[in-house]
């Protein structure tokens, strides 16, 4: 049970979160409609995330399936009416392919479209589950042996085999910084994501929409480089978790 206190404390984030995109999106001479927040639950309990989706956050980010079944649920409880969800969910985590068929319905965007493998299991079955998914692909710009994604050299010779697949909506490209880049550094890496979507976008026909890019560290550079939607964890769970 969340009491008051804690409700309120996770309102003032919502609102602080506001301002700073807010903030940002002026310095960078942007909208701020044109940024969409993404509240990060990778750590919370459903309880918590239900607080946050109530004060205002309709788009919600899980890395893990067996997470998002459980909050999912959760809210499913708390939302009698299925016509009106409280909210969207984004997968930001990888997805096994095992895990995929009990995910894919609850999902509005699969941000973390890693792999052509992973992409022909995931529109198989949106064929068989008779959806159409939103997806990004995910890029790893920096070539990290450690990171999952997609190398800029892989998404370009790929792209017409993803663009070819039933059941998948190309929206755009997901992206993370090196863990720990200084200001000038991220804003270069996002920078070069930005410009391997406008490249794809020439070559391929789509618009590529969406880029997701930027967390609570590295949002700000994010949006300058053109970011349509920021991951935001540390910042709306301050005072409520101890940890990022």
Request: aromatic residues 6%.
């Amino acid at each position: 049970m969340i009491n008051s206190n804690m409700a309120e404390i996770i309102s003032q984030n919502w609102q602080s979160a506001i301002a700073a995109v807010s903030e940002a999106c002026a310095a960078a001479g942007r909208r701020y409609e044109e940024v969409t927040i993404v509240g990060v639950t990778k750590y919370v309990a459903p309880e918590l995330a239900w607080q946050l989706s109530c004060a205002g956050c309709k788009i919600l980010g899980e890395n893990r399936p067996q997470s998002l079944w459980e909050k999912y649920e959760y809210f499913k409880q708390q939302t009698p009416d299925a016509n009106e969800p409280a909210c969207q969910w984004h997968l930001i985590g990888h997805l096994q392919r095992n895990k995929a068929r009990r995910t894919l319905p609850m999902l509005s965007c699969l941000e973390s479209l890693d792999s052509l493998r992973l992409a022909e299991s995931v529109s198989s079955l949106a064929q068989d589950l008779n959806i159409e998914l939103d997806v990004l692909l995910e890029v790893n710009i920096t070539q990290d042996a450690s990171k999952t994604g997609l190398t800029p050299q892989e998404l370009q010779q790929q792209l017409p085999h993803f663009m070819s697949l039933p059941g998948l909506r190309l929206a755009g490209l997901m992206a993370m910084a090196t863990l720990g880049a200084n200001g000038d550094a991220a804003r270069c890496e996002f920078a070069a994501v930005r410009q391997l979507r406008d490249t794809l976008s020439a070559a391929s026909g789509l618009e590529l929409s969406k880029l997701s890019m930027g967390m609570s560290g590295d949002f700000r550079e994010a949006i300058a480089e053109g970011a349509t939607q920021v991951r935001l964890g540390t910042l709306l769970w301050d005072r409520v978790i101890t940890h990022d």
